[in-house]
């Protein structure tokens, strides 16, 4: 099947400084991507998503780059505070087809050191 | 208030044993799923209902039964557990099936099969 990857399964940061947590897909037909962040304890919490209509998305503190030449995706988290650390998720899917066939990547761990 | 609640939040017990996860969302969704996260985090769809109708089922074992008595409601029964069912499972719920829908994740429960 289809599968989402990440380049870096850790990811060390000095509070304050900024981030950025890569994603590789492979489903060229994914016309939309998500980002969860998880907590320790918790469910996965959706923080931005972005079309493929789009190369960029702010939010509040991040911003998400989409490369559908490469099949990349990237989180970028600016001024990182110790509420960030958490894993981190892209998804992709074919819209077409529902939530039924969201695919998660396999995560990267982002740890702030104060 | 919790929007996606699951219990229990911790679930030791023995192989062969059977055992049920209850979930239930306030906040009026029409779709709900379950899925199920590994020791290496990998989030993988199981389960998927809309309005209290099997929409999927991801070539989960028939040991699992999902069950929706309302569509505020998904509950999880597994039928002679094995070891490899050990895992967090995840309830979330989203307004619809459309791919752009933001899904909202119960906080799982840890399931430990001894």
């Known amino acids: 099947g289809e599968s989402v990857g990440l380049h870096l399964p850790t990811l060390s940061v000095q509070e304050g400084d900024n981030s950025i947590i890569n994603c590789a897909y492979s489903n060229s037909a994914s016309d939309y991507f998500i980002w969860y962040k998880q907590e320790s304890g918790k469910g996965p919490q959706f923080i931005i998503d972005?079309?493929?209509?789009?190369d960029k998305r702010q939010g509040q503190r991040v911003t998400v780059l989409l490369n559908k030449t490469v099949k990349h995706l990237s989180l970028q988290i600016a001024a990182t505070q110790p509420g960030d650390s958490a894993v981190y998720f892209c998804a992709e899917i074919e819209s077409k087809f529902g939530n039924e066939k969201l695919t998660f990547g396999t995560g990267t761990r982002l740890t702030i050191i104060p | 208030d919790t929007a996606v609640s699951q219990t229990p939040k911790y679930l030791v017990t023995q192989m062969g044993n059977d055992k049920s996860i209850k979930c239930e969302q306030n906040l009026g969704h029409d779709t709900m799923y379950w899925y199920k996260q590994d020791s290496k985090k990998f989030l993988k769809i199981m389960f998927s209902?809309?309005?209290?109708?099997?929409?999927i089922n991801e070539t989960v074992p028939n040991r699992f039964s999902p069950k929706s008595p309302d569509k505020a409601h998904l509950n999880l029964h597994i039928n002679s557990l094995e070891l490899g069912d050990s895992a967090v499972y995840f309830c979330a719920s989203s307004q619809e099936r459309a791919g752009t829908e933001k899904l909202f994740f119960g906080s799982g429960t840890q399931l430990s099969v001894l």
């Open positions: 209902y809309n309005n209290k109708e099997l929409i």
């Open positions: 972005i079309r493929s209509n789009m």
